[in-house]
Every structure is written in structure tokens, then in C-alpha cells.
């Protein structure tokens, strides 16, 4: 465990040096400050454009954060033998492994953090009041960026890092529009295909499980149960791609 | 010396070239491009996998667009799109009050096409929205406000203000605005329009509000009372040939057991001249 949790801190300061990151992150603020101008173009009430181009740039700069650090440093590790060095010590790779994603974790949690506060700090300018629900929607986006982080990992280990990161971007949009693999079902009326599309449905990510944006946004109710169920689909499914991952990893060639 | 203002001459060339572009560009005339656009509009289900998750945001973008759009026109131009353009916004966020609100207020205003149409739009969009937020009052308010100055359509003012005195949380003021409203327009019994105003005093907070209600049910019994007796003094009448003086006379007559008394208490009159009913309504309103 502390050898775990020494890799995610070392993971953590290597990200934090990283000057991408903070393109991203200068971006993502610049978003979310200007959010303010396009709420002064509408007509009617400023809080909700505030609100809803607030979170999509949360979640949008999240998403590119996970993706394009996550299969970045494991390459590196590999490309710049350093993984060898640490490998020699007493951790498993599986530690090595859980000890990266962790740090990324933290890189990207720490990130939507702040772009969390600029968006509510944006919103009590606005509005006057501190909307915690923002909160709420963020710490969402982030459970779905744990399991999209968990992906980028699994295909660090798999594959070369770009072909990681187009791999983890389509798992990121299939996991957005998996609903409509449901509607197919309907369509199909006979036959072993329907079963079959649905096992589909139900297998892979459903990633706007964790869209609660238009619930806050809006102030509507959202029941405990659901958030409660929410939080374990994401938790355990992050946990299987992690398991995969340390698999694969655990059997890789690293020479 | 020589290289750096060279560099520099031709960045500014180039830049002088690409804003010349821009303006020649900028001033090409275009058929309205934004219609041309507007005509490839995408299905909400399609514009919705697209948003990835961000269908309100979706919907932000494109009323701000529409905002921009429709500001273009004059009143007297046709419209192009108005309904679908706001029926998809709402597709994709149905909860987007101000596209319902400001969606109407654009289809009023046009002059361009058949007002029963545009009218016809209205309702829909209205309905819609009214549809989508079962548990909001302000929508249905607005919408009656709206058929009531802008359409001038009294019943489907009081449909809506209907709903919303019906929604919760709704303020008392839109149940006792109903009431008048359908009042106004003999929109229902006498009995029923009782039924609504008892509740409104149950519920009257204030002494203008008991005020309103009491005044209200007075009204609707003095109708209620008048179905039955002006008959009475007609039939009196025909008999007797001439008008009762007062209703004691009809009592003495075995008309009736007793002198009708109004919602308050005190006695009906008579008036010689119609030979109807006359109330007394007193209510102190200060």
C-alpha cells in the first residue's frame, strides 16, 4: 500500500510539472470565466447558459485531461526504462500500476476541483447564491472520469499511447450515446439478436449514468437510491477495467 | 538589421492579406445563410448523441442562435423555421422555461402568415412546456398571461390559469385570479364557482382576500337564488297583476315559507320596476 501510494504521489508531482496540464486547465477557466458573456447574449434568465456551458467545459477539460495524460505515463515509464528502477524494488507491477492510476486520479480530481470552484464562485457572482448542487454534478463527472481514467490505463498497458488515446475517446462516446443501444432493442422484435444487443447494452460503460447536469441545472429532485446505485455501477466498473488492466499489465514484456 | 524588418514586413504583409480576405468575405452578399443552415437542422435525437451528454447546452446554443436569428427579421417577413427551431430546443432541454416564453412572444409578433397559424403554434408550444414541467406553475401563469394580453383568447387564459392555480406551490392569487377570470366569462355553474370560492376564503389569509371570496359566493347564491325565485315573482305576478311590494307578500301568500335572505343574512328586496330580485350586497372592504 505505501508503495502504491508513493507512485501515485510521484505520479501526482510529475503530472503537476507538466506544462499540458496547465494549457488545459488555463483554457478550461478561460471557459468558464467567458461563460459569463454568452449568458449576456441570451434573453431571459444568465444562470442557466452560466450553468450548463460551466459544466459541459468541466467535464469536457476533465476528459481531455484523463485521456491525454493517462496514456502518456506509462509510455514513458516504459520508453525511459525508469520502470525498470522501480520494478527492481519490492512493488508488484500490479502496485505500479494501481499506484499511476491513483496518482492520475488525483491529477484530474484536483484539476475539476478548481474548475469546480471558479464555475460556483461564477455562478455566486452571478446569481448571489452558492449553488451546491454544482458540486454535486462535478463530484458526478468526476466518478465518470475515474472509470474513463481506469480505460485510458487499461489501454496504456495494451496498446501504443495513441492508438490508447483514440481507443479511450471512442470508449468516451460510445459510453455517452450506449442509450440508444437500448432503443435497438426495441426494434428487434425476433431471434437471438436481441439478446444478444442487449447483453451489449448492459455490458458496456453507460457513462450518462453520471449526468445529473440537467437535474442540477434545472433543481429538480434526484433520488437518493438512484445516486446511492449510481455510485456503485461506477465504483465497480472502474474496479473491473483496474483488474484487467493489472492482468495484462502483470503479464506484459516490458523489454 | 535588415532581417528582422524584413520578417516583420512580410508578417504585416501577410496579415494585410488575410484581413483583406476577410472583409471581402465578410461583405459578399449571402441569401440568408443562417435559413440555408436552419433547413439542415439536425433531428433532436440526432443533435441530442451528438451533445454527449450536453443536451442543455445544446439548447443553450441554439436559442442564443435563434435569438440572433429572429431579431433579424421585420415584423412583416415570414418567419422561417420559428416553430421547429423552438419545438427542438425544447426537444433537447424540455425544461428550458425561457424558450417556451420567448419562443410565444417571437411567433406573436410576427405579421407575416395566417394569425390563426401562429396562434395555433403558440398553443402548442405552451401546451408543451406546460406538459414537460408538471410540477411548475410559473409556466402555465405565463401562458395564461399571454392568451389573455397577447392572444386575447379568454378561454384558453382561464384553461391555463386553470393549471396553474392547480400546480404546487402555486400563490393564492392565481386561484382567486381563476375564479374571477371564469367568473368573468360564465365559464361554469354557480354551485361549482361556490365550491371554488369557499376554498379561496378557507384558505384567505388577509381581509381583502376574505373580502373577494365573500363577495364572490354573495354573487354566485344571488344568481343561484334568482333561478329559482324571479320565476316566483313572475308567476306572483301573473296572478295577482301586479308586482309584490315585498317578499312577505309572497310569504302571506303561501309562495314561500319564509322572506329569502342573500349569503349574508339579510333579506332579498324587490324591485317594482323589473320585477326581479334585488340584493343589497354589503361587505365592508376597509
Redesign the interface.
Same mark, same amino acid.
Given at each position: 500500500m505505501r508503495a502504491m501510494l508513493a507512485i501515485a504521489r510521484n505520479t501526482l508531482r510529475e503530472a503537476l510539472r507538466d506544462r499540458v496540464l496547465y494549457l488545459f486547465l488555463g483554457f478550461a477557466v478561460l471557459m468558464l470565466v467567458s461563460s459569463k458573456i454568452?449568458g449576456l !447574449?441570451?434573453?431571459?434568465?444568465e444562470g442557466?447558459?452560466i450553468k450548463?456551458?460551466g !459544466?459541459?467545459g468541466v467535464?469536457f477539460f476533465s476528459m481531455l485531461i484523463a485521456v491525454m495524460m493517462s496514456v502518456l505515463l506509462v509510455s514513458r515509464e516504459v520508453d525511459g526504462r525508469t520502470v525498470y528502477n522501480i520494478l527492481a524494488k519490492p512493488v508488484r507491477r500490479w502496485q505500479f500500476l494501481l499506484g499511476k492510476y491513483l496518482g492520475l486520479l488525483a491529477t484530474v480530481a484536483l484539476n475539476l476541483t478548481l474548475m469546480a470552484l471558479v464555475l460556483v464562485t461564477m455562478v455566486r457572482l452571478y446569481s448571489g447564491e452558492w449553488d451546491m448542487g454544482l458540486l454535486f454534478a462535478s463530484a458526478m463527472i468526476l466518478l465518470e472520469m475515474a472509470l474513463v481514467t481506469a480505460f485510458a490505463t487499461l489501454f496504456a498497458v495494451l496498446t501504443r499511447p495513441m492508438l490508447g488515446t483514440v481507443f479511450t475517446l471512442a470508449v468516451?462516446?460510445i459510453g455517452?450515446?450506449a442509450e440508444?443501444i437500448w432503443l435497438l432493442t426495441q426494434q428487434i422484435t425476433v431471434g437471438v439478436t436481441k439478446p444478444i444487443v442487449a447483453a451489449i447494452y448492459y455490458l458496456l460503460p453507460n457513462?450518462?449514468r453520471f449526468?445529473f447536469?440537467?437535474e442540477v441545472?434545472?433543481d429538480?429532485s434526484i433520488p437518493h437510491a438512484e445516486i446511492g446505485v449510481t455510485v456503485v455501477y461506477g465504483l465497480a466498473y472502474t474496479a473491473l477495467v483496474l483488474v484487467l488492466a493489472c492482468v495484462r499489465f502483470s503479464h506484459k514484456d516490458l523489454t | 538589421m535588415r532581417r528582422p524588418l524584413a520578417v516583420a514586413a512580410v508578417v504585416i504583409t501577410l496579415l494585410a492579406v488575410v484581413v483583406t480576405c476577410e472583409v471581402i468575405l465578410h461583405n459578399a452578399p449571402e441569401a440568408d445563410p443562417l435559413g440555408k443552415r436552419l433547413l439542415y437542422l439536425p433531428s433532436p435525437d440526432v443533435l441530442r448523441l451528438a451533445s454527449l451528454g450536453n443536451d442543455g447546452l445544446v439548447a443553450d446554443l441554439l436559442y442564443l442562435w435563434s435569438i440572433q436569428y429572429y431579431s433579424q427579421f421585420d415584423f412583416r417577413e415570414k418567419f422561417l423555421y420559428l416553430d421547429t427551431v423552438f419545438n427542438l430546443i425544447t426537444d433537447l432541454d424540455p425544461r428550458y422555461f425561457d424558450a417556451y416564453r420567448i419562443g410565444a412572444m417571437i411567433m406573436s409578433v410576427q405579421k407575416h402568415g395566417d394569425p390563426e397559424l401562429h396562434k395555433k403554434a403558440i398553443v402548442r408550444l405552451y401546451d408543451k412546456g406546460i406538459d414537460a414541467m408538471p410540477d411548475d406553475w410559473e409556466i402555465a401563469e405565463w401562458a395564461a398571461w399571454d392568451a389573455y394580453l397577447v392572444l386575447q383568447d379568454t378561454d384558453q387564459a382561464v384553461k391555463w390559469m386553470g393549471i396553474a392555480a392547480e400546480r404546487p406551490d402555486a400563490p393564492g392569487v392565481l386561484k382567486r385570479l381563476y375564479g374571477r377570470w371564469r367568473d368573468n366569462i360564465h365559464g361554469w355553474t354557480a354551485e361549482d364557482s361556490i365550491a371554488h370560492w369557499e376554498d379561496v376564503l378557507a384558505e384567505a389569509e388577509t381581509k381583502s382576500e376574505t373580502n373577494l371570496a365573500t363577495s364572490h359566493i354573495y354573487d354566485s347564491y344571488v344568481s343561484l337564488h334568482r333561478s329559482t325565485l324571479d320565476p316566483m315573482l313572475q308567476g306572483f305576478s301573473q296572478v295577482a297583476r301586479r308586482c309584490p311590494e315585498s317578499w312577505q307578500e309572497l310569504v302571506d301568500e303561501g309562495w314561500l315559507a319564509s322572506v329569502p335572505v342573500d349569503y349574508l343574512g339579510n333579506p332579498y328586496g324587490v324591485d317594482p320596476n323589473t320585477c326581479t330580485l334585488v340584493a343589497h350586497k354589503k361587505i365592508r372592504w376597509d
Open positions: 454568452f !447574449l441570451t434573453v431571459g434568465d442557466k447558459v450548463d456551458l !459544466l459541459a467535464q468516451y462516446i455517452h450515446v440508444n457513462l450518462e449526468n447536469k440537467t441545472v434545472h429538480l | -
